[in-house]
């Protein structure tokens, strides 16, 4: 067993798998917010890509049973964000080949404009239906059972676009110094925690309470 996968056991969202709880489940405010406990700092602070908002990041793969669970929380969730918070997602592949094919099923579904329609059936597709989604013949297999034009979704799977994403996901995973997922950071200057988390939910109010700080100290960082 390698590093990666023991730092993948090892992580917090063990604890708090299958928990399907209203997103709110608690108000955290900045003044409540605890280092160590419900966030670390980011060191060095990272730049973000959406210039005067608060960038919140989502490190994420469709291979992880947790990042499944968090889905439609965290989706929800970023769908009442106010104007001036940005979130984005970074599927994650820690080095692993079949984590690195879904990623690039991820950014080559975006590519296409298939991923509305086909971000929670990729999900249920690994998880509940058990379908081999690991391999690049195997995925293609899928997206043509699921409408997706084969030629237009090969070309971008393939793509250098495609690969030069993954590439820059990795190095995040890098600077952000992620070890395990689901993981939210806020503003490039903290990553959500949340020892004290009973819930899945529960790390939402915390970014919440992390954004305000955030907004307190002049928002993202810079570069």
Known sequence: MNITRRAFNCCLVAGLAGAVLPVH??????????????????????????????????????????CKDFHPLVMAWAARLPRDVSFMRVPVTFGRATWTNLARLYYALEATGDLNRLDDAVFRAIHEERVN????????????????????????????GVGTLVSRSDRMVRDYRVRSV??????????????????????????????????????????
């Open 25 to 66: 489940s608690r108000v955290v405010k900045a003044a409540d917010l605890v280092e160590g406990r419900d966030y670390v700092p980011i060191v060095p602070p990272q730049p973000g890509e959406s210039p005067g908002r608060i960038e919140v990041l989502e490190f994420f793969s469709y291979g992880c049973p947790h």
């Open 133 to 160: 989604l690991f391999t690049s013949s195997a995925i293609v297999t899928w997206i043509k059972r699921e409408g997706v034009d084969e030629k237009r979704f090969k070309a971008a799977f393939d793509s250098f």
């Open 182 to 223: 689901p993981v939210l950071t806020v503003a490039g200057r903290y990553m959500v925690t949340g020892q004290a988390a009973r819930t899945l939910a529960d790390l939402l109010p915390i970014a919440d309470g992390l954004i305000e700080m955030s907004r307190r100290i002049g928002g993202a960082a810079r570069r």
